[in-house]
């Protein structure tokens, strides 16, 4: 009985220490400051290189949105997202070429007159974390 229970005790550990040691890494991201919880969230989740990863959408709660990416592996990463009030699946913008709806980068970059470029929204991710990103409005 003893060694059954060594043996799953040594199982476990050896177990989770793979799993630990497999990069595998959790990023939680939180959108706060939403100006309302009408239509989505829409997040665009690149790797380092500028590859898209994931593209997600998200409903709205208390004017907060929580997306969760899991099985990271360590390195580098960017995302943009933006507030798709209604849902159309675009950007909308002002005849100006401004966003009507929120928006933002990871880093919380901002760019002048326009996007930030990438590399301001690249991060380095080597742990599970957790970001809190709050999106710009511009109203004219």
């Known amino acids: 009985m003893k060694r059954i229970f060594l043996f ?6 050896f177990t989770l220490l793979s799993i630990t040691s497999s990069g595998q890494i959790t990023l939680k991201i939180i959108i ?17 290189n500028d590859n898209a990863i994931i593209d997600a959408r998200k409903e709205i709660t208390n004017n907060t949105c929580v997306f969760w990416i899991k099985n990271l592996k360590p390195g580098k990463y960017s995302f943009k997202y933006f507030h798709d009030e209604n849902e159309n699946y675009e950007l909308d ?9 929120g928006y933002g ?3 919380n970059a901002s760019g ?15 742990n599970s974390t957790v970001m809190v990103c709050y999106p710009k409005y511009i109203d004219l």
């Open 32 to 48: 706060r400051d939403l100006s309302n919880n009408t239509g989505v969230v829409q997040l665009d989740f690149r790797d380092g």
């Open 105 to 107: 980068f990871s880093n």
């Open 8 to 13: 799953s005790t040594v199982f476990m550990v």
């Open 93 to 101: 913008t002002y005849w100006i070429g401004a966003p009507k709806e």
């Open 112 to 126: 002048t007159f326009g996007p930030p470029s990438f590399e301001k929204t690249v991060f380095e991710l080597e």
